[in-house]
């Protein structure tokens, strides 16, 4: 099975802050790695589809970068409605892997 | 619109099977893959499994001695069943079409 190692697990940064969460797979696993933001109570919202391929109605302040093993998910530039939890997903096989999580919040 | 809702029980018996069904519409199963995740209470999400556009399954490995995932494509109706559940099945249970779209989820708890 394919691990994904997410970091960091707590981020704590200011409003206008620039903002990398990383994820390491134990495997290639080509581009095929997603990006989801969840909040509170809610279901997962997916913001990055295909390392780096922004899905509809996200802000363009939200981008990925990455391939094969190392993957990036980067806010340019980080808003009060940004703070929640993001997860990494890998779907190269047949099933999936996500990250453990990284819970952003302000300073 | 897409959309997607869970149903099942709140509260699951220990050694009992977990039956849960995902309805869905604005799509169909036979062109869109259904995958079920889950997230204990305060942990994160754990993939459990997915039924595929074809009708074949892929199963967590860690789950999948306990687990099956069917559909009936005229009700637009995705099925989970799992047993011999445990306090370590306690979690919120969502479908999601092919990470896209999620519905609300449900949340399980098992305890007697």
């Known amino acids: 099975d394919i691990q994904m190692t997410q970091s960091p697990s707590f981020l704590s940064a200011s409003v206008g802050d620039r903002v990398t969460i990383n994820c390491k797979a134990s495997q290639n696993i080509n581009k095929y790695l997603d990006w989801y933001q969840q909040k509170l109570g809610e279901a997962p919202k997916l913001l990055i589809y295909n390392t780096n391929s922004l899905h509809t109605g996200i802000p363009s302040r939200f981008s990925g970068s990455g391939s094969g093993t190392d993957f990036t998910l980067t806010i340019s530039s980080l808003q009060p409605e940004d703070v929640a939890t993001y997860f990494c997903?890998?779907?190269?096989?047949?099933?999936?892997?996500f990250g453990g999580g990284t819970k952003l919040e302000l300073k | 619109q897409v959309q997607l809702k869970e149903s099942g029980p709140g509260l699951v018996q220990p050694s009992q099977t977990l039956s849960l069904t995902c309805t869905v519409s604005?799509?169909?199963?036979?062109?869109?893959?259904v995958h079920w995740v889950r997230q204990p209470p305060g942990k994160g999400l754990e993939w459990v499994g997915a039924i595929w556009s074809g009708g074949s399954t892929d199963y967590n490995s860690a789950l999948k001695s306990r687990l099956s995932i069917s559909r009936d494509t005229s009700k637009s109706q995705v099925f989970l069943k799992m047993n011999s559940l445990q306090t370590e099945d306690t979690a919120i249970y969502f479908c999601?079409?092919?990470?896209?779209?999620w519905g609300q989820g449900v949340m399980v708890t098992v305890s007697s």
């Open positions: 604005g799509f169909s199963l036979t062109s869109n893959s």
């Open positions: 999601t079409r092919r990470g896209y779209n």
């Open positions: 997903l890998q779907h190269n096989s047949g099933s999936w892997t």
